[in-house]
């Protein structure tokens, strides 16, 4: 069983930054993907940035250039660094991982991953 515990969530002003964690009870080593995904109320759950084993990555594009995504293999911890926020980031933000090589080529999309934490709330004031 995997287990997924985010936090680092907060409130911040527009302009703000913030670091999500995100420990694995796995090796983030071996595991093929794992990825940061946002659900606002009323809206689908996004991937927002997501690392495979090979350390490769993707962004969202809503994202792109503010968001890095990271992560410590030898603390078996998933990052998020928020940079620049603006209030439409707004959202409970969820960890997940993946234990499928397939999932390389869908690294953003939520079906892939079968396991997730229980977020952590990211609220942005303007």
């Known amino acids: 069983q995997v287990q997924l515990v985010e936090s680092g969530g907060g409130s911040v002003q527009a302009g703000g930054s913030l670091r999500l964690s995100c420990a694995a009870s796995v090796s983030t080593y071996s595991t093929y993907c794992m990825a940061w995904f946002r659900q606002a109320p009323g809206k689908e759950r996004e991937g927002v940035a997501g690392?495979?084993?090979?350390?490769?990555?993707s962004y969202g594009d809503s994202v792109k250039g503010r968001f890095t995504i990271s992560k410590d293999n030898a603390k078996n911890t998933l990052y998020l660094q928020m940079t620049s926020l603006k209030p439409e980031d707004t959202a409970m933000y969820y960890c997940g991982a993946a234990l499928s090589t397939y999932c390389r080529d869908y690294i953003l999309s939520r079906y892939v991953y079968a396991y997730w934490g229980q977020g952590t709330q990211v609220t942005v004031s303007s």
């Open positions: 690392i495979d084993s090979g350390l490769s990555i």
